[in-house]
């Protein structure tokens, strides 16, 4: 039978090249074709949809086909080798190795190659487009001596390619010829709204602007030029303005193709040639290209079919698209811009948080024509298919796009229904959740459901309908959601906050005497302890005080497992002169403590007992050190980064500013911990956008990022102003420190507070950029009482036999050291022992970490 | 109020009266800690007139550190919240308010002359006294 085989030529082994062998394997196709592949690429084909992740991942991850062959013989996979002629007469193609190969059929899966407009300079070193692996290995060689990246086209691929090189850490551009960005998705509004997220993220975006020319020096290139705009200094540029399909070959051996390019096939996507199919991105169905890849997928299954003997057909796909860009929910599905004759407009756009929505309807409104979701995607699962499928509308389509928190959209949400799709939490999940159980109480705070179930963890989008969720579900049960702070006060942290500074209480026992109930507890207590330190800097062991406070800042320092404290002299910026260091060491060695750098630029020393820290203390505050405040809600550090002053990419003094921003603020007292970071250039190599403040330094100052933290929940600071001068900076600080301070929440790290704030980022901005609430002098002269009062918590302690008699071991026996206290050595360090005595298993912390979530 | 200083003493135990400081020592929902016969107790005063004392022993971290935790109310319930992991403990009967399973021991407190004495357990005799 081996002379009835008949042979079969693939040109392209990409994705859909892929999936036709392996349908022709899987579906029996093989059985009677031999199949020969020839790929251009040095390798096999892989997933170019994640092609961004190659950074991360690798090309391994990224393959298609790991073994580098197919597993059946009769399928020749010959890679690196371009086919460079089709003769249709001699039904043969010739390879650029010069190898010939006769075909019965021959299947054209050439994709498409990038479009680089003829502009001036497109040649020159530096210049790159963003399709194949190869592409991305030459971007990140590049990105090593470079600063600054542009991308040309701010489509989808361009918004791809601009997120890789805002990865590889250089200061990015995209440069869009339209009005908006996505325009082939987007309408002008859902675009703006792209933008401000993008922007957010560190991205700078020039829409309408028509790139000129690309200049270079020596070759290499240096500037992008715009109409009518600034000039872009740049050392590397990428060209995503579009794709072309890869249709020379076809064209050289006089195959039709489409009036836009793309070779033109029928339904079963058989070209003029009756031998020849093309498939995938090179093919143009009907005259019309796809540049994704599900329709390729469909294309090939059509053709293996056919040569099957079967029946199918190509007619046309869907080209909805939900993408997540830089973190950013983007969808856009059927007709996008009320193409459709007296089709309507269903529009909800907000501002402050960027979401935008739009819904196309019929013009009876009982239809859905498509629609664009910017923001908050998280309608595209239930939106989407009622295009597809014709469901009719609700009563009230509006409700579908808005927000859950002011409409009603779970209407028709089942228990099924996923809620948070970053983690696939669904209704019931949450449900559940705020029902508790017999093992565990029920929620009554998103915070809460976040710990529960993860929802809302990852982008945040789903926060919202959570919360709805959680207002019906507690309303229908009867519960209340309360804002309370304690069974003992029954206002926020905020209320508090505001009826000590309006009645100026000056003590716990006042205030929950007059406004409270009960003796406190170990929840309000604090929270009031701070509250009065932060508006009157009086010290936290004061009278008054020190019984409210949490045990690391009763003892100004950080409790430990076994009962001993830590100890972290202040080290402002992490800059420590040798004589500074030797001292610390010196303390080491002689009080014989753990030591080890933290993770804040500092040195911590562990295994002091109640009655040394007043010892080390004096040693320490002798050699010039202060407190570090690593156990107070307060200022922890402001870690910096060498700067200019050393480093050659520097371009402002990053360490000088963190030093003068960690003085200022050292020892404020805020609803949680903060932290800030300065760096010197746009490599950020202080993190500072992992801090709650975080400056960067720019050419012409400095960079304002807030709501930044590591932690359990990390999230990145966002920006707040840019390029100011070091005094504006200062203010803006200062004002947004004092306004977190004022209304955070208890246990409120800064991006929680940004996130529950009405308004949020963009209402922070306007508060203390541009003073809307006409508070600014307030809060700058509230932080000038601080600054003003602040007095190292260890000196005043030291000075002080009062609150010197609190560091003793036992009442009755003060320097007796606790004899349950007892440490083993491990490298060359001491350690505690295991629990003294104990020959049942000690407890732990429970598995959950109580960290910031306010209970 | 030295004078009219009232102390918990429900059931009539046998030991030692140990004294330990004075009461104006002791502010009020301020703990400390005090040895006693070998044993680390912590004692509260949760006002003018009574005084309290528990273990110093926190069971779940296994550190001596009841006396440095902050004290509460929940109703009419007095306790102290461990400083380690935060359980509450009742400060009049030694019981972990989220789990009735655990409890530290309570030790008998009272005023002589404006003097806090503990009554330490008799010396028990176990490997370690
Ligand atoms: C010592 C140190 C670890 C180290 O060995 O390096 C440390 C140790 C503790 N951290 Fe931390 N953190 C230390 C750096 C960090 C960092 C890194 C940083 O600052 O760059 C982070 C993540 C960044 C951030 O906060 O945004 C970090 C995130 C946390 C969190 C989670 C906060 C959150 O918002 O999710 C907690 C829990 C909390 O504060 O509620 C925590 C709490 C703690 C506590 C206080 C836990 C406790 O209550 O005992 C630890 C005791 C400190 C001590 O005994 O001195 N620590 N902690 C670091 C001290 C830095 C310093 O110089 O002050
Ligand atoms: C960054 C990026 C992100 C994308 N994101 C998405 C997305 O989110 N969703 C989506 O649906 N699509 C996305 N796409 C598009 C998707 O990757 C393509 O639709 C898909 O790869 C098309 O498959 P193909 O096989 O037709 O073409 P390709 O994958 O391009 O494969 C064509 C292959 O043919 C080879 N070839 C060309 N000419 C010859 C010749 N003469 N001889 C031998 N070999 C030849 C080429 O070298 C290439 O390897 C993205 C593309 C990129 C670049
Ligand atoms: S990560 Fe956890 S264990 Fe490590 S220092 Fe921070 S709080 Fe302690
Ligand atoms: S949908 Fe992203 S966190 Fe829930």
């Known amino acids: 039978m081996t002379h009835l085989r008949q042979r079969l030529v693939l040109i392209g082994h990409g994705m859909v090249g892929h999936r036709f062998v392996q349908a022709a394997i899987e579906r029996g196709l093989t059985e009677r074709w031999d199949v020969v592949v020839f790929g251009q690429e040095p390798r096999a084909a892989y997933d170019r949809v994640a092609l961004t992740s190659f950074f991360e991942v690798g090309a391994d991850e990224l393959s298609l086909l790991p073994e580098g062959e197919y597993d059946d013989p009769r399928v020749r996979l010959v890679l690196d080798t371009a086919v460079t002629t089709i003769d249709r007469d001699a039904r043969e193609v010739t390879t650029a190795s010069g190898e010939v190969v006769r075909y019965d059929a021959l299947v054209m899966a050439t994709g498409s190659v990038p479009f680089v407009p003829p502009l001036p300079g497109r040649d020159l070193a530096g210049c790159f487009v963003y399709r194949t692996i190869e592409d991305l290995e030459d971007i990140r060689q590049a990105a090593k001596t470079a600063t600054t990246g542009v991308v040309i086209g701010g489509g989808l691929l361009g918004l791809e390619a601009a997120n890789a090189v805002h990865q590889l850490g250089l200061a990015t551009h995209v440069v869009e010829m339209a009005p908006r960005l996505m325009p082939v998705q987007l309408d002008q509004a859902g675009g703006a709204a792209l933008v401000r997220h993008i922007e957010a993220l560190g991205v700078t975006v020039h829409t309408g602007a028509a790139t000129e020319a690309i200049e270079g020096i020596d070759g290499k290139v240096t500037a992008l030029t715009i109409a009518d705009a600034e000039p872009i200094e740049t050392d590397l540029v990428v060209f995503s303005v579009g794709i072309r399909p890869e249709d020379a070959l076809a064209r050289a051996c006089g195959i039709e193709v489409a009036e836009r390019g793309g070779i033109l096939v029928d339904e079963t996507c058989r070209t003029s040639d009756k031998a020849i199919y093309a498939i995938g991105e090179c093919a143009a169905p009907d005259g019309k290209v796809y540049g994704l890849v599900a329709p390729g997928y469909a294309m090939a299954e059509v053709v293996v079919d056919r040569l099957l003997g079967g029946s199918g057909d190509f007619t046309g796909a869907d080209m909805a698209t939900k993408l997540k860009l830089m973190g950013v929910d983007v969808a856009s599905f059927g007709d996008v811009f009320a193409a459709t004759p007296g089709s309507l407009e269903l529009v909800f756009a907000d501002a402050v948080t960027g979401v935008y929505k739009k819904l196309v309807v019929s013009n009876d409104a009982t239809r859905l024509l498509g629609g664009i979701l910017v923001g908050d995607a998280s309608a595209y699962g239930v939106l989407r298919p009622m295009v597809a499928s014709g469901i009719p509308l609700p009563e009230n389509p509006e409700e579908l796009i808005l927000p859950a928190g002011r409409g009603t959209a779970q209407v028709g949400m089942t228990d099924e229904t996923v809620v948070c799709s970053c983690e696939n939490v669904t209704k019931g999940t949450i449900c559940s959740a705020i029902d508790g159980s017999e093992e565990k109480p029920g929620c009554a705070d998103v915070a809460c459901i976040k710990s529960c179930t993860k929802a809302g963890t990852v982008c945040g989008s789903c926060v919202p309908t959570v919360k709805n969720l959680l207002a019906e579900r507690l309303a229908s049960a009867g519960r209340e959601v309360s804002n309370a702070l304690c069974e003992h006060f029954a206002m926020s942290r905020q209320e508090l906050f505001d009826l000590v500074a309006v009645k100026a209480i000056r003590s716990f026992t006042a205030l929950i005497a007059a406004h409270g109930t009960g003796r406190g507890c170990d929840i309000c207590k604090p929270a009031v302890a701070s509250i009065l330190a932060s508006q009157t800097s009086a010290h936290i062991l004061a009278e008054e005080t020190v019984g409210l406070q949490d045990t690391n800042d009763a003892f100004l320092g950080n409790l430990q497992r076994n009962g001993t404290y830590s100890v972290v002299p202040r080290v402002p910026g992490g800059e420590l002169t040798p004589d500074g260091l030797i001292a610390i060491g010196e303390v080491a060695r002689d009080f014989d403590l753990y030591t080890k750098i933290t993770g804040g630029q500092r040195i911590d020393l562990f295994g002091a007992r109640v009655e040394q820290l007043p010892l080390i203390w004096r040693r320490l505050v002798d050699a010039g050190f202060e407190s570090g405040h690593a156990y107070g809600k307060s200022l922890r550090t402001v870690k910096s980064c060498v700067g200019q002053t050393w480093c050659r990419y520097g371009v402002q003094d990053s360490t000088k500013l963190a030093i003068e921003l960690e003085l200022r603020y050292r020892g404020l007292r805020s609803p949680h911990k903060l932290k800030g970071g300065v760096s010197g250039c746009a490599r950020e190599c202080a993190e500072a956008r992992g801090k709650d403040f975080g400056v960067i330094a720019t050419e012409k100052g400095w960079n304002l990022y807030v709501g930044g933290n590591g932690g359990f929940r990390p999230a990145h600071a966002v920006e707040l102003a840019i390029d100011l001068d070091t005094a504006t900076l200062i203010r803006y600080l200062d004002r947004f420190l004092m306004f977190y301070i004022r209304t955070a929440d208890r246990l409120q790290r800064t991006s929680a507070w940004l996130e529950s704030i009405e308004g949020g980022l963009d209402y922070v901005r306007s508060v203390v950029v541009d003073d809307v609430l006409g508070v600014a002098a307030d809060l700058e002269a509230d932080m000038a009482g601080h600054i003003g009062a602040y007095q190292d918590e260890w000196s005043a302690t030291l000075a002080d036999e009062e609150k010197l008699a609190r560091f003793v071991s036992f009442i009755n026996a003060p320097d007796t050291p606790d004899p349950s206290i007892s440490f083993v050595t491990e490298r060359g360090q001491i350690r505690p022992s295991a629990a003294e005595g104990s020959a049942e298993p000690v407890l732990v912390a429970s598995a959950s970490i109580p960290v910031g979530a306010p209970r | ?129």
């Not at chain 2, 059931?11 to 009461?23: A, D, K, P």
């Open chain 2, 1 to 129: 109020m030295m004078a009219g200083t009232k102390v918990r003493q429900e059931t009539v135990r046998q030991g030692i009266w140990v004294s330990v400081c004075r009461v104006d020592q002791l502010r009020v929902d301020v703990g400390v800690a005090a040895l006693v016969g070998g044993e680390q107790v912590a004692l509260f005063r949760l006002d003018a007139e009574e005084i309290t004392a528990i273990g110093n022993l926190d069971p779940y971290s296994r550190a001596n550190v009841l006396s440095r935790g902050i004290v509460g109310s929940r109703g009419d319930t007095v306790f102290v919240a461990s400083p380690m992991y935060k359980q509450p403990f009742d400060l009049r009967t030694g019981c972990c308010l989220d789990d009735p399973a655990v409890s530290v021991p309570t030790f008998d407190v009272r005023v002589l002359d404006g003097v806090v004495q503990v009554l330490a357990p008799p010396v028990s005799d176990g490997p370690d006294g």
